[in-house]
């Protein structure tokens, strides 16, 4: 009898050495493991998360590009279809058996992520420039830019033309003109004002190709004005924006201001 308990005393430790490691094997998965609050997160509040973990702003006509990473904008169209369908039932339209819209709430996100709205999205086109060998300093006018854009009070529409005036200096970087489109598009493409949209542009003009003026003029239709409210067909808004030489010589801007009226 007393060589079966020997026997027994060592198989009863043995198991306890196995159960403590299995346990740390455990810790150190759970430790890796997400925790279980993260999942099921919607992707919009993920984003959210990370632009308000850097204090940075998130309004309907800025860029939150650098906070969004590969793959994750057809995460986010899809969520976005989600709530436009809850929108559209909302509506009390019947998506089952209107044939006509069966897959609009999918085709609605897909056009506000990756179109209308896509200057929100997306990175800045990349901007090539070149050195002013010829050493330029007269007026340049780039335009007329068809611009579509968005009104961030009814997400109507803002159809309209813009055009840009450059007087660089014999130092300043010069871009290509199609440049000057695709940046236009570019910040064109958000819900915002009108007023708002010509003064970041500008800005952004001048930190990239550091001109002595720059001067632009938007002349654009409002939706919101004549979809909705008073209805008005013929209202348009024209607003400019003068920089540096455009705005001291009034000279130079009364000769970019008539070289418009020719075009």
């Known amino acids: 009898?007393?060589?079966k308990k020997t026997p027994t005393k060592t198989v009863a430790k043995a198991p306890a050495k196995k159960t403590s490691s299995v346990k740390s094997a455990k810790n150190a998965?759970?430790?890796s493991t997400p925790k279980k609050s993260d999942a099921g997160t919607p992707l919009s509040v993920v984003i959210r998360r990370r632009i308000e973990a850097q204090k940075a702003r998130f309004h309907a006509n800025d860029n939150i590009s650098k906070f969004i990473q590969p793959g994750e904008l057809e995460g986010l169209v899809d969520e976005?279809?989600?709530k436009m369908q809850a929108?559209?039932?909302?509506l009390v339209i019947d998506?089952?058996?209107d044939h006509n819209t069966k897959n609009t709430s999918q085709r609605v996100a897909k056009m506000f992520i990756k179109e209308v709205f896509n200057g929100r999205y997306v990175e800045q086109p990349t901007l090539t420039k070149f050195p002013n060998v010829s050493r330029l300093n007269e007026l340049m006018i780039i335009g007329p830019i068809t611009v579509r854009s968005a009104c961030s009070h009814h997400l109507?529409?803002?159809m309209g033309r813009i055009w840009i005036g450059v007087l660089p200096s014999k130092e300043s970087a010069l871009i290509?003109?199609?440049k000057y489109s695709r940046l236009t598009e570019w910040v064109m493409c958000r819900p915002q004002i009108q007023e708002e949209a010509v003064v970041e542009l500008a800005d952004m003009l001048e930190k990239k190709i550091k001109p002595i003026g720059v001067a632009i003029v938007m002349d654009a239709d409002h939706f919101c004005m004549q979809w909705r409210g008073v209805k008005d067909r013929d209202s348009k808004m024209v607003n400019s924006v003068m920089r540096g030489a455009f705005l001291?010589?009034?000279n130079l801007r009364r000769e970019f201001l008539s070289l418009l009226d020719k075009r």
Do not use: R, Y
Request: charged share 25%; net charge negative; aromatic share 0%.
């Open 1 to 3: 009898m007393p060589t």
């Open 29 to 31: 998965t759970q430790k």
């Open 80 to 82: 976005v279809a989600e």
């Open 87 to 90: 929108v559209l039932e909302s």
């Open 95 to 97: 998506t089952e058996s």
């Open 156 to 158: 109507c529409p803002i």
């Open 176 to 178: 290509g003109l199609s």
């Open 248 to 250: 001291k010589d009034s």
